[in-house]
């Protein structure tokens, strides 16, 4: 049975305040590629999304970005990558992105990260994806998303299996141990995480 093949990896356009997120990103491309998985990301250069792109590179992985023409300029469009796409609208390029992944990992980012985050959820609470989605937490990054769908869930806002729908985990080194583990969505015995 196949395996996951494809990552996309939502996270920061800036550095953020702890070297730790950074580091992180690195080593989460750098991971990826070591084990053969396709990396698909925003497309652009600076911030994490940066350090994933170029860790990814340093160890001969295949790095797919997807960026709208809009953000080319103020993301820095990495020239270095195998393929670069370019859409027209926000919503395009989480669609592709979508597309591209056999599963996603949520690293430390902004709004933007969070916007995709919680995109690609809904999209597998509504049954329109059942592709694996883990939030990596670096240094309690990921914490306030998880309370926040706590609380939605608390106010009656969301179900208790909303928590089914992505996996929290510590760290590269834990997202990689469980993307490993993990069938290609689509097989038979393919199970939510």
Request: with cysteine; glycine share 14%.
């Amino acid at each position: 049975m196949a395996g996951i093949a494809s990552v996309a990896v939502f996270c920061g356009a800036h550095a953020g305040r702890d070297p730790r997120h950074g580091d992180a990103a690195e080593a989460m491309g750098r991971a990826l590629a070591r084990a053969g998985m396709r990396v698909v990301y925003g497309g652009g250069r600076v911030g994490l999304m940066g350090r994933l792109a170029d860790g990814a590179l340093a160890e001969g992985g295949v790095v797919i970005g997807v960026i709208p023409t809009f953000l080319r300029a103020r993301e820095q469009a990495h020239a270095d990558i195998a393929e670069m796409i370019v859409t027209d609208s926000m919503h395009a390029r989480k669609a592709r992105m979508v597309e591209l992944a056999d599963a996603f990992v949520s690293l430390p980012g902004g709004l933007g990260t969070l916007d995709e985050t919680i995109e690609v959820i809904t999209w597998r609470q509504l049954g329109l994806h059942d592709k694996p989605i883990i939030l990596c937490d670096v240094a309690g990054s990921a914490r306030a998303l998880l309370s926040v769908v706590d609380a939605a869930i608390g106010m009656g806002f969301a179900q208790e299996s909303a928590r089914l729908l992505f996996a929290l985990v510590d760290g590269v080194e834990e997202t990689m141990a469980l993307l490993g583990r993990l069938p290609r969505p689509g097989a038979a015995d393919a199970g939510r995480v």
